[in-house]
C-alpha cells in the first residue's frame, strides 16, 4: 500500500469508489431486466476488477484471449466464454484448459472452422461447448439471424458431438450513437435478431439454450430482454470520454484517469507538457469523430476535479500537450506550474489500461494498493 | 527458438535481415557526415537490438523513460541520455542510476526544473550532467536558440555546480513533410538552431562540449551537419508506414509486421476478419492525414510479399478487418481462406512493439527467436 502523492508519474489510476458505483449500476439493472450478467474482462485484465463484478452478482465472464482465459482461469474462475472467432492453431490451448476443468465456451461464425473444431474434439475426445455468433448489426463478426449457414453451423456442431451452447451477438456499433432514442433501438435490434436466431435453431429443432447479448450502451439502455438469458459488457466497469459521448455515464462516473506531473510550457502558444504522452493514454482517439472531441484526453486536478476547456490536445511518446480548447491560455506557466500533478480521464478505457503494468487502486481520498494487470496473447 | 509456422498469432516480428541493413545504413551515413550516433532505444525496448546498433558502431544510447536507464543499464550500457524533461519527483531514481556508476544526462528547457536539479544534486553531493534542450521547429519542448533563458539556464546549472553537458534538439516536425527537399531544409534548421544555441553559450563563456540533433526523417536527410557533434534517432531501426509516407523508407525495408490468422469474413462487404485487432497493432492511425492512408497496416503474404491494395481498415480490440481499398473484393473468401496466415505492416513501430510482450526474430525464412521487449515506467 501507498499513497497517491507517492506515486510515481504517469500512472493509471482507479477511482475504487466509482469503479464499485459502476460495478453496482450495471448489476442492478441486469437483475431488474431478468437476465444473467457476463462482464467482460478485456477492458482492465486485472483480478481485483472482476473478483468486484462476481462479488455483485456476475455470473461467468467474458475473455476477448486465450491468455485472458488462462490467467482468470487460474484465480478461480470457470465459466469462461472466449469470445473472439477461434483460429485453429489455438485449439491445443482450448483443449488444455478444458481438461484442467475450465468450463471453456468458443464461438464460430462460419462451417470451416466449426468443422475444425468438430475434427479437433473428436481426435483429441473433447467435447467443446459452441455457441455461434450472430451478426445483429453489421459491425464486424457473425452470421445474420436469417442465414442458412445458421442451421447448417449448427447442425455440423451437433453431428460432430460438440454441444451447442446457443448463439451470442455484439452490437458494437452502439458505440455510433448518442441519443436515448438512438440507443434504444440498437439495443432492440440487437435483441430481437438474437431471439429471431434463438427461434430459428429451435424451430428446426437444435438446441438454443443461452440467448447472449450485449455492449455497454445497449445493455444500459435495453427496455426489455425479452427471450435474451444473459447479458455482456466490459467498458462500463470503468467508463471513459467515449462513452460520455455515448451519453451512458457521467465524467465524474470515470474510474480511470492517468495521473502526470507538469514538466515545461511554450506560454506563447500556452501549452503546458507533462509526462503522459501517448505510451500512458494510448493512441486511442475515438471522440475525434464524436460531439465532443477530448484529443487525447480531459484534464482534471490532482484530485479528480474536471478542468474545463483543457485537453490533452497533443500526444508524443512520452510528452503530452496540454492546452485550452479555446482561447489560448497565456498564464498556462502560473496555473499549472512546473510540478503540478493533474489526472487526465482518457478516452478509451481498454486502451489506456493496455499501456500499463499495474493499476494504483485509490482506495479512499489518499490510499493507493497496486492492483496487477496483464498483457500479450 | 522456434519456426514461423510454429507461431501463435498474433505475433510481433522482426526481419533481422532487415534490421540489420537499416542499422548498417543509419551508421554508415554517421559515419560519412562525421557524426557520433546514439540510437533512441524507446522505438524497440529491446536489448537484442540495441546490441545490434552498438555492434554497429552506435555511442551511447537515448532513452524516453527511467525504466530504459535502469534496464539497459542492468544490461551493460553506461553512457545514457534520458530524453524527456525530467519531473521533480523522479530525481531519487536518477540518483540511483548516477551512484550505480551510470552514465545519465538529464535535460531540461526551464529554470525551476534547472534550480531544482541543482538544489537536489547539492543536498544529495551528486553532480548531474544536464544538457539543454533547444526548440528548432515549434514541435514540443525547448526553448529557442536566441531566448534568454539559454544562458539563465546553463549559468543556473554551472552555478549550482553541476556539469553543463552540451544542447540537445528534436526537430519532430519533419514527420509532416514528404519531400526531399522539405527535409533536407527541416534538417538544416534543426541543425542551424542546435549550432546558435551552443554558440550563444559558448560566446557567453560557457561550456557546450556536446551539439545533439536528430530524428530518424532529418539524420537521412542532412547534407551536412557542421558543427553537430551527435545524432539520435530511434524508428529507423525498424521503419514503419509513417517512415515510408515521409519519404525515407521503401515497403520492404519495414523490418516490424504482426503476424495473423484470418479467422472470419463478410464476403458481401468484401471483409475477412484477422485476429490482429488494435491491441496488436496499437491504435495508431499515423498515415491518416499522409499521402497514403494504409488504415491500421499493410496486408502482406506471411513470407512478407506486399498485396497492394489489401490494408486492414478497421480494428476492434481483436479483431481487424481487412479489405480492399478500391473495389469490393467479394472473392475475398477465397482469397483468404479461414486460417490463412498474414503479415500486417504498422503505421508506427514504436506504438506497435509497445502492444507485444516480445518479439518474433526472423534470423532466417524460417527460424525465428524470441527477443525479450519491456514495458512501463
Given at each position: ?94 483443449l488444455a484448459l478444458l481438461e484442467k476443468g475450465c468450463d471453456l465456451k ?272
Open positions: 500500500m501507498t499513497t497517491l502523492n507517492a506515486l510515481e508519474t504517469p500512472a493509471a489510476l482507479i477511482d475504487t469508489q466509482r469503479l464499485q458505483r459502476n460495478i453496482e449500476r450495471m448489476q442492478a439493472r441486469m437483475d431488474t431486466l431478468g437476465v444473467r450478467f457476463r462482464p467482460h474482462v478485456k477492458t482492465a485484465k486485472c483480478p481485483n476488477v472482476t473478483q468486484a463484478q462476481i462479488a455483485a452478482g456476475a455470473r461467468g465472464i467474458t475473455v476477448s484471449t486465450l491468455k485472458e482465459a488462462e490467467q482468470f482461469f487460474e484465480s478461480g474462475i470457470t465459466d469462461i466464454l472466449y469470445a473472439v472467432g477461434i483460429s485453429i492453431d489455438k485449439l491445443p490451448r482450448a468458443l464461438i464460430v461464425d462460419n462451417i470451416d472452422t466449426a468443422r475444425a473444431i468438430g475434427e479437433f474434439g473428436k481426435a483429441h475426445d473433447a467435447t467443446f461447448e459452441v455457441w455461434i455468433e450472430i451478426d445483429t448489426d453489421g459491425h464486424r463478426s457473425g452470421i445474420k439471424p436469417d442465414d442458412e449457414a445458421l442451421l447448417e453451423i449448427a447442425r455440423e456442431l451437433q453431428d460432430s458431438g460438440m454441444t451447442m451452447g446457443g448463439i451470442m451477438t455484439h452490437a458494437g456499433s452502439s458505440y455510433d450513437y448518442h441519443t436515448p432514442e438512438a440507443l434504444r433501438e440498437i439495443a432492440e435490434q440487437e435483441r430481437a435478431g438474437a431471439v429471431r436466431a434463438a427461434q430459428r435453431l429451435r424451430e428446426a429443432g437444435l438446441p438454443c439454450p443461452v440467448v447472449s447479448v450485449g455492449s455497454t450502451p445497449t445493455a444500459l439502455s435495453a427496455e426489455h430482454l425479452d427471450g435474451v438469458t444473459e447479458v455482456r459488457a466490459g467498458v462500463y466497469a470503468l467508463f471513459d470520454l467515449v462513452m460520455h459521448n455515448v451519453g451512458v455515464c457521467a465524467l465524474d462516473d470515470i474510474a480511470l484517469s492517468v495521473l502526470t506531473t507538469v514538466i515545461g510550457h511554450q506560454e506563447e502558444k500556452g501549452w503546458a507538457v507533462v509526462d503522459a504522452g501517448w505510451m500512458a493514454m494510448s493512441r486511442d482517439r475515438g471522440t475525434q469523430k464524436q460531439t465532443h472531441d477530448f484529443g487525447f484526453g480531459q484534464v482534471c486536478t490532482e484530485d479528480g476535479t474536471v478542468l474545463e476547456g483543457y485537453i490533452l490536445s497533443g500526444a508524443n511518446q512520452e510528452h503530452g500537450i496540454l492546452s485550452h480548447v479555446g482561447e489560448t491560455d497565456h498564464d498556462i506557466r502560473n496555473r499549472f506550474p512546473i510540478g503540478t500533478r493533474l489526472r487526465i480521464l482518457p478516452n478509451h478505457a481498454c486502451a489506456t489500461g493496455a499501456q500499463h503494468p499495474h493499476y494504483a487502486a485509490l482506495t479512499s481520498d489518499e490510499s493507493v494498493d497496486i492492483w496487477p494487470r496483464f498483457y500479450g496473447w
